[in-house]
Every structure is written in structure tokens, then in C-alpha cells.
């Protein structure tokens, strides 16, 4: 017999997509952490509180990137909380120690993400708290996976393979915050910061082009800038980054400290600024010619 998480696991509907009246950039925006619709039953499962549950999600991202669209690009957002599932993720990387059953041999079982417990269902918190009160089962994973990570990644890939049939190529951006003090530098006694990381699986997902553009012009704004340190970029940027064959992903990761309270998880006044530079920087990325670079 189901039981109540099973016929309510999926959130309707999962995605939503911010799009211009008519698309007129090769260039596609997703925010994969920003949602925040909690079905009731995972809350009533977890032993943790519905406020660090929210550690884990990308707040505002999606609101941040949204001028993008205004631009000429669609946004892509996942409605569904990342504490709930990762769709930057394979779409079975699970840690066995957290279910019932026995787990299907075509399971990743020993990913580093699954190490850490941020498998594709997570078992902690980005604080690093544990989810769940009791051991889940696997039909409760392929209900999530079937209902929200699956539509989340036909939506992305008919998203790109528009763009690229469209206009010769893609520019995926990848949208994501991490929480402050996340860089080396932070974490140690100077007090140098890291405002924004930017990964390209360290040059396999796109165009040298597109990390120097996105480098220079966040840094001509005065934002300390990193490069896949400590993000490199996760499956979405490893999957959809495909230089040879006209696909580039770029990750950007951006300081919740910048834009919002980390506790209280208000707005800060800033998020409207840097809503601003984010369209700047996707403005400059889209004035990069694809076709000229994307078999360089």
C-alpha cells in the first residue's frame, strides 16, 4: 500500500520557465537550487526544522539570473527545494545507508557526492545536519526522480537542443550561491573574500573565451572572482558542456553574503544591484560570437 510521501512526492508542476516572447540569444540560464516548495510529508520526515532545511537551496538565484530573460534568453527554475532533490546530479547517485531496500546495481553508490551525503536525495543539509528522521525506501526515490528530476532535464535538454538547432550553438549558464566563507581564502586568517566562483570543469565545459569574458567583467565591477575553486561545476556543467559539438556551460556561483541575510534568509538591498550585474555579464557573454569558437 502507498503510503502518504509516495502519492504526493512530486510538485506540480516542478519547473517553471521564464522566457522571452521570442528567443533571439544562443543562450539558456538554469537555477536547479532555488526552489522552495516543501511537500508536507518531507517536512513531517525530517528531523530538522523547516529553516535548515532551507541551508541547502540557492535562495533568490532565479530571481537574481531572471533579467536574463529581458535579455533574450529563457530561465529555467526548479520549484522543487534541493534538500528534496538535486537535479545538478546524476539521476541515481544514492547513498545506500539511507534506504530500507536493497538499491538496484545500476545506482551510483560511491560518488563523492554520495560520500558526503549530497547524493542526488541527500542525507544532510549543505550544514552538513542530517535529513531524515528514519530510513526511506527506494520507490520513494524513483517517485522523486520520475516526477521532478526527469521533467527538470527534458525541460533543459529541449531547452538547448532548440538553441542549438536555432543557432548553430549553445552558452548554458548555470546559476548557484554558496554560503559565505565556502572560498580557501576565507576560510583561512587573511581577510581576502571570494564574492563569486566560476567553474568550467576547469576548461572542459566551454570556451576559454566565455571564463575570461565572465572573469573580466565581474571583476571591472569590483566582485572578487575565482575560477573552480571550490566549484569546478557539477553533473548539469559536466553534461551539458560539450565544446567540440557547439555546447558551452558555465557555472556560476555567487555569495549568499552579498545579497541576503544567511540566517534570517531576508533580501538584502544589494540583490537588486546585483541582479543588474548579472544581466551585464550575461549581455557580454551573449556578445561572444559561438559560431566563430565552438569546434576551437
Known amino acids: 500500500m502507498e503510503g502518504p510521501l509516495e502519492r504526493r512526492a512530486a510538485i506540480e508542476p516542478p519547473i517553471e520557465l521564464v522566457a522571452p516572447a521570442e528567443q533571439t540569444l544562443p543562450m539558456v540560464l538554469a537555477s536547479p537550487h532555488s526552489g522552495a516548495e516543501y511537500p508536507a510529508e518531507f517536512l513531517a520526515s525530517s528531523r530538522l526544522d523547516p529553516l535548515t532545511l532551507r541551508r541547502s537551496e540557492d535562495s533568490y538565484v532565479d530571481e537574481i539570473f531572471a533579467a536574463a530573460a529581458e535579455l533574450g534568453a529563457p530561465l529555467l527554475r526548479a520549484r ?8 545538478n546530479r546524476e539521476p541515481f547517485e544514492l547513498d545506500p545507508g539511507m534506504f530500507e531496500d536493497e538499491l538496484p546495481a545500476f545506482v551510483n553508490t560511491r560518488s563523492p557526492r554520495v560520500r558526503v551525503g549530497l ?16 530510513k526511506l525506501r527506494f520507490a520513494e526515490a524513483m517517485l522523486r526522480i520520475e516526477g521532478l528530476y526527469r521533467p527538470y532535464h527534458r525541460a533543459l535538454r529541449q531547452l538547448v537542443t532548440a538553441t542549438r538547432d536555432r543557432f548553430g550553438s549553445y552558452l548554458l549558464i548555470d546559476c548557484h550561491s554558496m554560503p559565505s566563507g565556502m572560498a580557501p581564502s576565507e576560510r583561512g586568517m587573511r581577510r581576502a573574500r571570494t564574492d563569486i566562483v566560476l567553474g568550467d570543469c576547469h576548461g572542459a565545459a566551454c570556451h576559454p573565451l566565455i ?21 569546478a561545476g557539477g553533473f548539469t556543467t559536466a553534461h551539458y558542456g560539450k ?33 543588474g550585474d548579472m544581466r551585464d555579464v550575461a549581455a557580454a557573454l551573449a556578445a561572444i560570437d559561438l559560431s566563430l569558437i565552438a569546434a576551437a
Open 119 to 134: 547524493g542526488t536525495i541527500a542525507r544532510v543539509v549543505a550544514t552538513g545536519e542530517d535529513i531524515y528522521a528514519r
Open 211 to 231: 571564463m575570461e569574458t565572465a572573469h573580466r567583467t565581474l571583476s571591472a565591477k569590483g566582485y572578487a572572482v575565482a575560477r573552480n575553486t571550490p566549484y
Open 80 to 87: 522543487f527545494p534541493r534538500a528534496y532533490l538535486d537535479p
Open 243 to 275: 565544446p567540440a559539438a557547439g555546447g558551452h556551460c558555465l557555472q556560476i556561483e555567487i555569495s549568499r553574503a552579498l545579497y541576503m541575510d544567511e540566517r534570517s534568509f531576508g533580501r538584502k538591498p544589494y540583490l537588486a544591484q546585483l541582479a
